[in-house]
């Protein structure tokens, strides 16, 4: 009862936020609950933590998420971007895990490296951020550019040097599921973004880059097959599968867009892909440098059935274009990268762009 009466209630507390202090933060029921249980001499942090609103605001159009790459970087500067982020409108952070800074415990062998977090850091991190009043949804790069996880720990479950092999049931058994299993449990969102995008060899350029010269890109029906079988096993969990869409988008479907993102190319991917997978997707369509005004790939998403939300970088005439056209086209709202502009530490460009956009995003796909 009174998580539902809290969530008509907006206002600003002045929390106690461990690892910076005293900061102004915007809540809604997760400052109620807080500031109830600090009246009454009792603290439950479970409680003010439990709540996830990532479902209810993709179908009300209110979605907005930074997402950061946590990788070779630690717990205080996601923190600090994730105060970023809440300051300038955002009512959710993304955080792509990588296996060499996160040590999984469902991971048999963890790559430990000097930038390899605590056990239970993770863990730390995602209570403070909700505290801020953020969801915090995980990235965890499943198939693709598995440099991120299973290369270094399972060489045999590999199809080729980049991607791993949908047709062995070790990949779920032993990593895919337990990690699923394992997020879903840290984050309490019902919610994993499980990556899928630039699939090694969907281009010449790719394929020199990511594969040995005697192997081949993945197979559009072994992509597919990955996708079917993780959704099918989130659903059980009663949870929700989001990815990249760039690899159910082809050139030659959407001439007008810029082909930098759109890799569906090699035959069976773009949308003879798409129309084989769960229209329960959430599908993120990245255009990071376009020029024109219309991205007609979140029109087409959104009216195959598939929740649907931009993103965008750092580019200031895409994000422009892109912002409006998706609040035209009804998509379910947006997200914000900041790719290596974060892993690098360039704090000034990216606390701008982050206020810049996140304001408009807000403007646009804001109560």
Known sequence: MMLIFSRVIEFKLKAYITRHGYVWVRQSCRCLVTMLFLLFGVFSPALVQSACFADENLQKKEFRALHLVV???DAESV???AILAESAGFNAVILLLSSDTIPFKSLEDNSLTPHTWEHGELEKLVSEIKHLGLDVIPEIK???HQYFLLRSNYPELMFNSATYDP????VYDKVVFPIIDELLDIFECKIIHIGHDEVAG???KSRAKWLDK???ALPAELYVRDIVKISNYLEKRNSTLMMWGDMLLSEAEFMRMAPQHLHGNLPGYGKPARDLIPKSIIIA???YVDNQKTFDSSRQFLQEGFLTLGAIWKKRRTAKNFI???DDVGANGMILSTWTDFVLGEWDLMGSYIDRFGKKIKLHFGP
């Open 79 to 81: 923190y600090r971007a």
């Open 167 to 170: 047709r062995q049931d070790d």
């Open 202 to 204: 969907h281009s010449d």
């Open 214 to 216: 005697d192997e081949v």
């Open 71 to 73: 990788r070779r970087v």
């Open 142 to 144: 499943l198939l693709t």
């Open 324 to 326: 409006e056209y998706s």
């Open 285 to 287: 369509d990245w255009h």
